[in-house]
């Protein structure tokens, strides 16, 4: 498919584990940003990635959350120690441009993530 | 202060008729642009349609317009024959251009739960 896809769809975790998750964009999509979104929540920016280089980190809750995006194309989003706070749902999203405020963003369906 | 708020967290509609979906946003940009996305259960974000600050005509897409004005600083959705299939949660959300420096980030309202009656 053409969308943005992203893997796990769903990620059960014990407290204290390390997760990864992925998320593969739109192909040529410059942009790439990763979105934390609690029960019944508006989605929350964690991080924002113009090709490989991490622009703007000032969105992750604390220094176990890490993102990269090494070749500019797929990102991942790790978790070290979960807690039990970062139950949610994780969304990535990409567009086209480098920061035009003009284009959508295109979103994947999520990871949810349950730490127990 | 939020920048984007929605203070409908439920709506109730019957199949066929328009439901307006509320929106204000608060910023000191000249340009910005406003979307409206739809999350139905399965949890996927769609993309309904945009406004932009300068757009002087109000945004349509098929059965979706935006209800736009300026001065009031309100982008409210208007869905026209609703169906069954609207029933979801729909998120308001604004990207702003902050003098070239935002990079498009956007920021979501808290979102309305839309229920549609058959």
């Known amino acids: 498919g053409a969308g943005v896809s992203q893997s796990p769809r769903y990620k059960v975790a014990k407290r204290g584990q390390d997760v990864a998750l992925r998320c593969d964009p739109i192909s040529g999509h410059v942009s790439l940003f990763w979105y934390q979104q609690a029960l019944g929540q508006g989605p929350e920016f964690l991080t924002y990635?113009?090709?490989?280089?991490?622009?703007?980190k000032s969105g992750l809750p604390s220094d176990r959350f890490f993102a990269e995006r090494p070749e500019g194309s797929v990102s991942t989003l790790k978790i070290q120690r979960t807690q039990q706070e970062d139950s949610a749902v994780y969304l990535c999203?990409?567009?086209?441009?480098?920061?035009?405020?003009?284009?959508?963003?295109?979103f994947g369906n999520g990871t949810r993530l349950t730490v127990t | 202060a939020q920048k984007i708020t929605q203070t409908q967290p439920g709506m109730f509609v019957q199949e066929k008729e328009a439901v307006t979906l509320d929106c204000t946003y608060d910023?000191?940009?000249?340009?910005?642009?406003l979307f409206w996305y739809k999350q139905p259960s399965s949890g996927e974000m769609i993309f309904l349609i945009y406004?932009?600050?300068?757009?002087?005509q109000n945004a349509t897409e098929g059965r979706y317009s935006l209800n736009f004005q300026k001065a009031r600083k309100s982008a409210n959705l208007v869905i026209s024959a609703s169906q069954l299939g609207d029933s979801a949660m729909y998120f308001c959300a604004m990207r702003e251009d902050a003098g070239g420096t935002s990079y498009g980030k956007l920021t979501f309202g808290q979102g309305t739960i839309l229920t549609v009656h058959p």
């Open positions: 910023t000191s940009d000249q340009s910005y642009g």
């Open positions: 999203a990409s567009s086209l441009g480098g920061g035009t405020v003009y284009s959508p963003l295109h």
């Open positions: 990635f113009q090709n490989e280089a991490q622009l703007d």
């Open positions: 406004q932009g600050s300068y757009d002087e």
